[in-house]
């Protein structure tokens, strides 16, 4: 029996270079889609990293950093009028942290409750996927804690009457530890 041919090659030839070419063919496409999903989820995360940069931008020129900074100027003055011997006495460290904090609200109206909304439009950006975790994490995690432990008296009290105030702070704080990792 004879074997067919073509162009000179016996048909297993054929055969294995088109074998060849099918398993080249399904490598490129394997690896055109891999590229395509890195290429989605990189434009993806330059989205979130261009919604946070927007939403950084917001806290400086909308008043929620002149906010935050009207309320650590009140702080530190108020600091720095108490005696040394009330600074150091840490049996007090929580009722005067907490004072200050009343006096830093009372002096500045609106600036305690403007940092608590931008805080919590942050956690929401990120909670919602549309803004980057480790980036705000970069520019508002020593903020928001310090904030969080000046005025956690304030939240405390507000949480007695609205269960559900300042929420968002605790779960952005979860997401910037998060960014840090365990051990760091």
């Keep these: ?5 073509f162009l000179g090659a016996s048909m ?28 989605y989820l990189d434009r993806k995360a330059s ?6 940069l927007r939403m950084i931008e917001i806290w400086e020129t909308r008043g929620a950093h002149d906010a935050y900074l009207s309320l650590s100027r009140a702080l530190e003055d108020g600091l720095r009028a ?3 011997s009330e600074r150091r006495d840490a049996s007090r460290a929580d ?9 830093a609200i009372r002096a500045h109206p609106g600036s305690y409750d403007s940092v608590v909304a931008y805080f919590t ?53 979860a997401l910037f530890a998060a960014q840090s990792g365990p051990g760091t």
């Design 95 to 103: 009722t005067l942290r907490d004072n200050l904090a009343r006096r």
């Design 121 to 173: 439009r942050m956690s929401l950006c990120i909670e919602a996927r549309l803004c980057s975790a480790p980036v705000a994490a970069t520019f508002f995690d020593a903020t928001l804690a310090d904030f969080r432990t000046w005025f956690s008296g304030e939240i405390s009290r507000r949480r007695d009457l609205t269960p559900s105030h300042a929420v968002e702070l605790d779960r952005l704080s």
């Design 47 to 52: 989205a979130r990293a261009a919604e946070t």
């Design 1 to 5: 029996m004879t074997e067919g041919r």
């Design 82 to 84: 108490t005696p040394a």
């Design 12 to 39: 297993n030839i054929w055969s294995g270079i088109s074998g060849l070419a099918a398993l080249i063919g399904v490598i490129a496409l394997l690896a055109g889609g891999a590229f395509g999903v890195f290429e």
